[in-house]
């Protein structure tokens, strides 16, 4: 699956969506922003799916950002860091 930070790069790829869409962010997005998506959500269920993502872009998203999509997604997997 093929994420992006801005929607002009999202359009450029096939299927492709914005971080914001695909993790469930808020927009804007800030520090302390964070998922909506639930473990037992059917969101959450197509991420388990996904054996890969490419993130378009991911060195223009703030840090915070990034820690937070790994959190979500350890918290998905069920992956105690």
Do not use: H
């Not at 054996?51 to 991911?58: G, K, L, N, R, T």
Request: contains cysteine; negative net charge; aromatic residues 6%.
């Amino acid at each position: 699956m093929t994420v992006a930070w801005t929607g002009i790069a999202v359009s450029l790829l096939p299927e492709g969506r914005t971080v914001q869409s695909r993790f469930k962010r808020p927009v804007p997005i800030l520090e302390t922003s964070t998922s909506s998506i639930r473990p037992n959500s059917k969101e959450a269920e197509e991420i388990r799916k996904t054996q890969v993502y490419i993130w378009d872009e991911a060195p223009m998203a703030p840090c915070y950002a990034l820690n937070e999509v790994d959190i979500l997604l350890r918290d998905i997997m069920n992956i105690d860091a």
